[in-house]
């Protein structure tokens, strides 16, 4: 029996922070409704292309695995904000860790991208197709944003997170999944002038989240309950051997109700929202990333993770994890050094858009 198990693990937030009281001289809204609605303090703002996000948790990972790029079989490169499309996104990061013999994919599952890829590739190293991988979860979301919406522009942060899954002989890994997407629901977040359709009609570039909060966090609670659900009676898991939860960050809120359906306990949960708000893809694997240098994964644990985003996508996945907690090498990667503050970001998008000026 071939295992998938992971192996390394890094991370890449950028420097540039953006706390509530910065985006309240920027709309209407207040620390106050932020922090209660969400949970969310501040986030993250990125001064560089989300391939440089990506490259530099990849390199960490692939550190802490003592694993050389040449010998990676295959990138997955989960992502909603591409820097490009053709040729994709994680060819970049190949090119530049000097992976020559991977394999690369984008990945768009929206916020569930990462936790879809994981299942995947887990899948194909169980299956013997390959054995070490890279999955990555990069995202750029301020690129995207839209500083006159509130209801979505608080929630979201820039960050990247990776891990190596390799082939083992431990039992270890990922060992159940369930993924899903909720049928009639695409219009409920969506950004309709990202893509050809819009270029096709040659409507102006005027990219927007549309957003539909409260009819998303029914949905996101149904669809995490329902796959934590499956993956627990697909392995005979109980409840009470469950040693943490690594949920999609989107809302504190949104978590509790999750957690509370499944009558697990709080306690084993790993926010990080509200440091970094909902980095889409890359909420989990930088939350992993978190728990791994608190201390809080320990060998042979069972972990579980959850997710839901656009589409609406949604999924779950069961991981026992191996032996080893700490990282074998540290990485040297490091991004440029940022010069601006998060707000001086901002508003720089801010002119920008009013402009209608392609950003640098
Ligand atoms: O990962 C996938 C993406 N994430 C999500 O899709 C998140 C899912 N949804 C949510 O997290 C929550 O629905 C939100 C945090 C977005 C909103 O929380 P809510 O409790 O569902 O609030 P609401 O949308 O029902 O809005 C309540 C009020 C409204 O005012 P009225 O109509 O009651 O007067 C909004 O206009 O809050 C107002 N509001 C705001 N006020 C201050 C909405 N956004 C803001 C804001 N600041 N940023």
């Known amino acids: 029996m071939i295992y998938a198990e992971i192996t390394g693990w890094g991370r890449c937030l950028p420097p540039a922070v953006l706390a509530n009281r910065d985006i309240e001289?920027?709309?209407d809204t207040s620390d106050e409704w932020i922090t209660t609605r969400s949970g969310i303090r501040e986030r993250r703002i990125s001064h560089v292309p989300n391939a440089a996000l990506g490259e530099v948790a990849a390199l960490r990972a692939l550190a802490a695995a003592g694993v050389d790029a040449r010998d990676v079989e295959l990138i997955a490169y989960a992502t909603t904000t591409p820097d490009e499309v053709v040729p994709n996104t994680g060819s970049i990061v190949q090119n530049r860790i000097g992976a020559v013999h991977a394999g690369v994919l984008d990945l768009n599952a929206a916020c569930s991208g990462?936790?879809?890829?994981?299942n995947m590739v887990s899948d194909m190293i169980r299956m013997g197709s390959i054995r070490t991988a890279l999955v990555i979860g990069s995202e750029r979301l301020s690129s995207l944003m839209n500083w006159s919406r509130r209801e979505s522009a608080i929630l979201f942060g820039d960050g990247a997170g990776a891990v190596v899954?390799?082939?083992?002989?431990r039992e270890s890994g990922f060992f159940a999944g369930k993924l899903g997407c909720v049928p009639g629901t695409?219009?409920?977040l969506a950004i309709p002038d990202f893509g050809l359709d819009a270029i096709a009609q040659f409507r102006p570039l005027d990219i927007s989240i549309d957003f539909s909060g409260p009819e998303i966090f029914k949905h996101a609670?149904?669809?995490m309950g329902d796959a934590c659900e499956a993956v627990l009676a697909q392995s005979d898991t109980r409840l009470d051997q469950l040693d943490l939860i690594i949920p999609h960050q989107a809302n504190v809120r949104i978590v509790e109700a999750v957690v509370r359906r499944l009558g697990a306990d709080m306690d084993k949960v790993v926010l990080t929202l509200a440091r970094y708000a909902n980095t889409s893809t890359s909420t989990i694997p930088i939350a992993l990333c978190e728990a791994l240098e608190e201390g809080r994964v320990q060998p042979g644990m069972t972990i579980l993770f959850t997710a839901f985003g656009a589409g609406?996508?949604?999924g779950a996945s069961l991981l026992k994890w191996g032996d080893r907690t700490s990282p074998l090498g540290l990485s040297d990667a490091e991004l440029p050094p940022c010069e601006q503050t998060g707000l001086e970001l901002v508003q720089a998008a801010i002119a920008r858009r009013a402009h209608q000026q392609p950003a640098s």
Do not use: C, D, H
Request: charged fraction near 15%; proline fraction near 0%; avoid cysteine.
């Open 25 to 27: 001289t920027i709309m």
């Open 221 to 223: 609670v149904k669809g």
């Open 114 to 118: 990462f936790l879809y890829a994981f």
């Open 186 to 188: 695409r219009e409920l």
């Open 165 to 169: 899954l390799q082939a083992s002989a």
């Open 312 to 314: 609406l996508t949604w």
